[in-house]
T-cell receptor, first 114, second 113 residues
């Protein structure tokens, strides 16, 4: 079984709809991250959480919100989706015991906003 | 601020060719450096890492050496295979800023049989 899972894997939605992307992990890691990947832009950090009570904005948090429901679960919400949020979204985890920068990624969610 | 610059792709090579993907960085302090690989339809996975100057990271035949004097971390492989076709990301983390890592834009590699 995969250590970091994301649901759904693919989603098509319409402008203005609320959508939630979910991430679960069985690695026991404290730190969780949400990134988006756009062609030619690499990965950009949306939000990150170092524990259940710690939520931090990344470089592109506008239009997004997150919820850390438990150590193992970290959800990303788009309150009112817009077409330029069409992208590939990745969840990742890490732990203080690893070198900073060593993260474990989920398989991604491909989101299309029409 | 911290940044990573890697060569633009796509890079197309024949099987068994020698591979170099260039990566240079700008950082304050003493960052750790990483190469991640993304195979088609999958998430990123760590390929190799180096945490201090002159360290060489290696895995699956790939190597990269942390060169502080040239602020570089070039990825090399002596003989590529079709299965190496993927997108490769160079990344850095600053131990003085434990909030995030910085990724390059990625280099797509195509290996022809």
């Amino acid at each position: 079984d995969a250590d970091v899972t994301q649901t759904p894997r693919n989603r098509i939605t319409k402008t203005g709809k609320r959508i939630m992307l979910e991430c679960s992990q069985t690695k026991g890691h404290d730190r969780m991250y949400w990134y988006r990947q756009d062609p030619g832009l690499g990965l950009r950090l949306i939000y990150y959480s170092f524990d259940v009570k710690d939520i931090n904005k990344g470089e592109i948090s506008d239009g997004y919100s997150v919820s850390r429901q438990a150590q193992a679960k970290f959800s990303l919400s788009l309150e009112s989706a817009i077409p330029n949020q069409t992208a590939l979204y990745f969840c990742a985890t890490s732990t203080p015991g690893l070198p900073l920068g060593e993260q474990f990624f989920g398989p991604g969610t491909r989101l299309t906003v029409l | 601020g911290n940044s990573v610059t890697q060569m633009e792709g796509p890079v197309t090579l024949s099987e068994e060719a020698f591979l170099t993907i260039n990566c240079t960085y700008t950082a304050t302090g003493y960052p750790s450096l990483f190469w991640y690989v993304q195979y088609p339809g999958e998430g990123l996975q760590l390929l190799l890492k180096a945490t201090k100057a002159d360290d060489k990271g290696s895995n699956k035949g790939f190597e990269a050496t942390y060169r502080k004097e040239t602020t570089s971390f070039h990825l090399e492989k002596g003989s590529v295979q079709v299965s190496d076709s993927a997108v490769y990301f160079c990344a850095l983390s600053d131990p003085n800023r434990d909030d995030k890592i910085i990724f390059g834009k990625g280099t797509r590699l195509h290996i022809l049989p």
